[in-house]
């Protein structure tokens, strides 16, 4: 069944607690953490604070997506913190084998992130490394962006791989995802739909509704 992780990043802050029990309520299998680093990208978010905050009120997967350049000097951090998963952009640090290798020992998942700017082909020699793919459908850096179509077919050619390679790693859609452009994403492959607007600027109360229309 598709998984759905509700980013964080457009929830109320002032009630994170409230916010991440009730989605973790309503059947959300994963918790996405953006972390910004204003280098990266133009933006400036989350630390490995909020991930050790938000791992004493869910059991639900940290599901820590780096927008942070570079990225090996930071990964202890978030495995304290108690990540579940760990995705990075390879460009953005050529330390890949150490990087994966940290995650990995740590009994943590690694995973890359592609920037819509990144093809297939530079990326296809890590996916029999990681366990988890996050196909970018937004540049990243903001949440609220309009979902980019020209990115559906990345998802296609990293599902297509998996299968001709027999390959376990899980395909996430992060960026601009609603009840339409989710339904697009399931037909070229995606396993899990990121979603932060489409929930987090709606009343609470239908927050349910939400994730499972996603479905
Ligand atoms: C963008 C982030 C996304 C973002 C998605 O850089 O990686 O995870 O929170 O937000 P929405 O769902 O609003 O596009
Ligand atoms: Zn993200």
Do not use: W
């Amino acid at each position: 069944m598709t998984k759905i992780a509700p980013s964080i990043l457009a929830a109320d802050l002032l009630k994170i607690k409230k916010e991440v029990k009730m989605i973790d309520a309503c059947g959300a299998e994963y918790i996405h953490i953006d972390v910004m680093d204003g280098h990266y990208v133009p933006n400036i978010t989350f630390g490995p604070n909020i991930v050790k905050s938000l791992r004493s009120v869910t059991n639900k997967i940290l599901d820590v997506h780096l927008m942070i350049k570079p990225v090996l000097n930071y990964i202890d951090s978030f495995l304290n913190a108690g990540a579940n998963i760990i995705s990075f952009h390879p460009e953005a640090d050529q330390n890949h084998q150490k990087i994966i290798e940290k995650i990995r020992n740590s009994n943590c998942k690694p995973g890359i992130a592609i920037h819509p700017n990144v093809k297939f082909q530079d990326i296809k020699h890590l996916l029999n490394k990681i366990d988890l793919v996050i196909v970018m459908t937004v540049v990243p850096g903001f949440g609220g962006q309009k979902f980019m179509d020209s990115e559906l077919s990345k998802i296609k050619d990293i599902f297509e791989y998996r299968k001709e390679n027999s390959l376990n790693f899980e395909i996430e859609v992060d960026g601009g995802i609603n009840d339409l452009t989710a339904k697009k994403c399931l037909n070229y492959g995606a396993d899990i739909l990121v979603a932060g607007t489409y929930i987090f600027s709606k009343k609470e109360e239908k927050y349910k509704h939400l994730i499972d229309s996603l479905r």
